[in-house]
């Protein structure tokens, strides 16, 4: 489990295991540059005291088997090598970790909910989860963070051969939640992997989703949706390594802020290597700045290393809403703060739909009123 070398792109040269293989970061380096380190609250550097607590609650499905598992379970750290410090912080750190798995050509009849629970800020908690399921299966999980923590874990979504995996996860934190996460997933032969990352919660939110493919004929969506407030950061880093003939992704991420330094980051790294051949790719990232005094740092990368693509792109765009929607809106007698909620809704709302799990659905539509309500308050 040493060091490995990833020479393809600058944004993931490392991968390990091991803390002390990665160098502590200054906020210089690419993959740490628009992330407020001194907030971090000592993760990034080995400070953070020990002793937070983040409490685990389950609600699995009944075909679903969920487990809490020791360091030494083969199931878990196979599937993702860290690649930054906190994640290999994370990785070290762990005591016990939580397993789901979904066996051999099952559907789930209902999702499976793991609700993390922060109880205290003021020290650092660790986590780590793996969900397997295995060929032909299908499944909903969802993960829903709140309450205070600063919490750091890695998540492992192995995707078995055919199987379908559709994961939602909801950082609601508290106003003083910092949450450094990295989300992997693994897919098998014609596997396909739906993700959508909500985040509106906490001070700093730092959520890093990549996906891997095994054979032909992978499937992955990424979608995003947050909603920034004065001095939030919320942080997206993706990346989808094309390393396999003939699979798709399709990424699309927007977010809203709102209110001076609040602050959203999004970065969509995606590589097709030499052997990807037949590789069909698309990411998207959208921006609504809702007032004066905010930050938006989008930045695609797309990296080909083949001539022999199905279809490659990227676009990213950030601004203010439109003058003339909203003018439209009001010259047929909607106000201009009805008009601006209608606009917004219609933005993020098209995402917020493709959420399958109703209440966690509900949940989103109503945090966002809250936050545009806040908007108007000001």
Request: glycine share 10%.
């Amino acid at each position: 489990m040493g060091l490995e070398q990833k020479p393809l792109s600058t944004l993931h040269e490392k991968a390990s295991y091991d803390v002390a293989d990665f160098d502590v970061p200054t906020g210089r380096e690419e993959e740490w540059r628009f992330t407020p380190l001194r907030r971090l609250r000592g993760l990034h550097n080995g400070t953070a005291q020990d002793g937070g607590k983040v409490l685990l609650e389950v609600e699995a499905a009944p075909e679903v088997t969920v487990e809490s598992v020791g360091r030494d379970d083969e199931r878990i750290g196979r599937a993702h090598v860290p690649a930054d410090r906190v994640s290999a912080q994370a990785w070290t750190s762990f005591t016990q970790a939580t397993v789901v798995t979904v066996p051999k050509e099952t559907a789930a009849s209902v999702p499976t909910v793991l609700r993390l629970r922060g109880e205290d800020a003021s020290a650092a908690a660790y986590g780590h989860t793996t969900v397997v399921l295995e060929p032909f299966a299908e499944a909903t999980v969802v993960l829903a963070h709140r309450g205070s923590a600063t919490y750091a874990d890695n998540v492992e979504f192995v995707v078995g051969d055919g199987a379908r995996l559709s994961v939602i996860s909801l950082q609601d934190w508290a106003d003083d939640g910092v949450h450094v996460s990295h989300q992997h997933a693994r897919l098998g032969r014609d596997a396909r992997f739906v993700s959508h990352n909500v985040s509106l919660g906490g001070d700093v939110v730092r959520i890093s989703p990549s996906v891997s493919y095994e054979g032909p004929g992978g499937d992955a969506e990424l979608y995003g949706v947050y909603f920034a407030d004065g001095g939030q950061h919320l942080e997206h880093r993706l990346l989808v390594d094309h390393a396999v003939p003939h699979c798709r992704s399709r990424v699309d991420y927007r977010g809203a802020l709102q209110d001076r330094d609040a602050h959203v980051v999004w970065i969509g790294d995606v590589i097709i290597r030499a052997e990807a051949e037949g590789t069909d790719t698309y990411e998207l990232n959208r921006n609504l700045v809702l007032t004066d005094g905010t930050r938006v740092d989008s930045v695609p990368n797309l990296e080909i290393l083949t001539g022999e693509v199905a279809g490659a792109g990227h676009a990213s765009a950030s601004g203010r809403l439109d003058d003339e929607h909203l003018f439209y809106l009001q010259a047929r007698g909607i106000s201009f703060d009805e008009a601006r909620r209608m606009v917004v809704r219609g933005f993020l709302g098209q995402l917020i739909e493709r959420i399958e799990v109703a209440e966690v659905r509900e949940k989103v539509r109503e945090a966002i009123e809250a936050e545009l309500d806040r908007g108007a308050a000001r």
